[in-house]
């Protein structure tokens, strides 16, 4: 059947074709001078905090392809900072007396502790940092007394950071601001090597470690109940073996009775 134009003149078929044709190419591939097409998916760009706010599309995004990432309207939630762990308790022995001639005994008569001899008038010094439980300033020992508290004579027992009371007797002297509850450092001077209370006459340290089971009256725990010289003879190496975990034991098995 032929088509016909406006004038009414008649097109052949392949005519009517080849300009049907060429019609949708023009169609497709726009004109000179056209405006571009919308795109099928609109852009999204994350404003920053300066630029001004997008005006909303009111054309709907289609879904987006599968595996496309997009942005999440919900905030991610920040991790919370973890709290520093607390460091470890810092611990540092000192041997007790400050001497280049100085010698102890591994063992001790009647109950653990020891004797470190050196001359009279050397340093005694806090075998680590901690606080003052008890200090003796005056001599009243009585020979041929019983066994006692004033066996000691001048004395100085301190509380370790540790936890372990460290207990030091037969001073000469003790030094001026050394008082209860006065905290001390490693090494500081707290008295001097002597030989009041029942020391035989006999310029020496008498040293004893032992679980702070009573501020003051427990004389028999405080003059010694673990062996010091394996701990003595780290520090004097300048080791830093700590006898805390012994106390510690003791303190369990017998109850604070010596």
Same mark, same amino acid.
């Given at each position: 059947?032929?088509?016909?134009?406006?004038?009414?003149?008649?097109?052949?078929?392949?005519?009517?074709? &080849?300009?049907? !044709?060429? @019609?949708?190419?023009? =169609?497709?591939?726009? *004109?000179?001078?056209?405006? $571009?097409?919308?795109?099928?998916?609109?852009?999204?760009v994350?404003?920053?905090?300066?630029?001004?706010?997008?005006?909303?599309?009111?054309?709907s995004?289609?879904k987006?392809?599968?595996g496309?990432?997009?942005a999440?309207?919900t905030?991610?939630?920040?991790t919370?900072?973890?709290?520093?762990?607390?460091?470890?308790?810092?611990?540092?022995y &000192?041997?007790? !007396?400050? @001497?280049?001639n100085? =010698?102890?005994?591994? *063992?001790?008569?009647?109950? $653990?502790?020891?004797?470190?001899f050196?001359d009279?008038?050397?340093?005694?010094?806090?075998?680590?940092?901690?606080?003052?439980?008890?200090?003796?300033?005056?001599?009243?020992?009585?020979?041929?007394?019983?066994?006692?508290?004033?066996?000691?004579?001048?004395?100085?027992?301190?509380?370790?950071?540790?936890?372990?009371?460290?207990?030091?007797?037969?001073?000469?002297?003790?030094?001026?601001?050394?008082?209860a509850?006065?905290?001390v450092?490693?090494?500081?001077?707290?008295?001097?090597?002597?030989?009041?209370?029942?020391?035989?006459?006999?310029?020496?340290?008498?040293?004893?470690?032992?679980p702070?089971?009573?501020?003051?009256g427990?004389?028999?725990?405080?003059?010694?109940?673990?062996?010091?010289?394996?701990?003595?003879?780290?520090?004097?190496?300048?080791?830093?073996?700590?006898?805390?975990a012994?106390?510690?034991?003791?303190k369990?098995?017998?109850?604070?009775?010596?």
């Amino acid at each position: 059947m032929d088509d016909f134009c406006q004038d009414g003149s008649v097109l052949s078929l392949r005519t009517l074709s &080849v300009l049907t !044709v060429a @019609a949708f190419s023009l =169609a497709a591939c726009g *004109t000179p001078g056209d405006s $571009p097409t919308a795109a099928a998916t609109p852009e999204f760009v994350v404003p920053s905090q300066t630029a001004a706010e997008p005006v909303p599309s009111t054309t709907s995004p289609e879904k987006a392809p599968a595996g496309t990432v997009t942005a999440s309207a919900t905030p991610k939630k920040s991790t919370p900072a973890q709290k520093p762990k607390s460091a470890p308790v810092s611990v540092k022995y &000192v041997f007790p !007396v400050k @001497a280049s001639n100085v =010698a102890f005994h591994p *063992t001790h008569s009647k109950y $653990p502790a020891t004797d470190i001899f050196a001359d009279c008038g050397k340093p005694a010094v806090a075998t680590t940092s901690g606080v003052v439980l008890e200090v003796s300033r005056k001599d009243e020992y009585v020979k041929g007394a019983p066994d006692g508290p004033k066996n000691g004579g001048l004395s100085v027992s301190i509380l370790g950071d540790d936890g372990v009371r460290y207990y030091g007797s037969h001073l000469s002297k003790i030094q001026s601001g050394i008082k209860a509850g006065v905290r001390v450092k490693a090494g500081q001077q707290v008295g001097k090597v002597g030989r009041t209370g029942n020391a035989n006459n006999v310029c020496h340290l008498h040293y004893g470690i032992s679980p702070p089971c009573a501020k003051t009256g427990d004389w028999k725990v405080r003059r010694g109940v673990v062996w010091p010289a394996t701990y003595l003879t780290s520090w004097r190496k300048n080791g830093n073996k700590s006898p805390a975990a012994k106390v510690a034991s003791w303190k369990k098995a017998h109850n604070c009775k010596a």
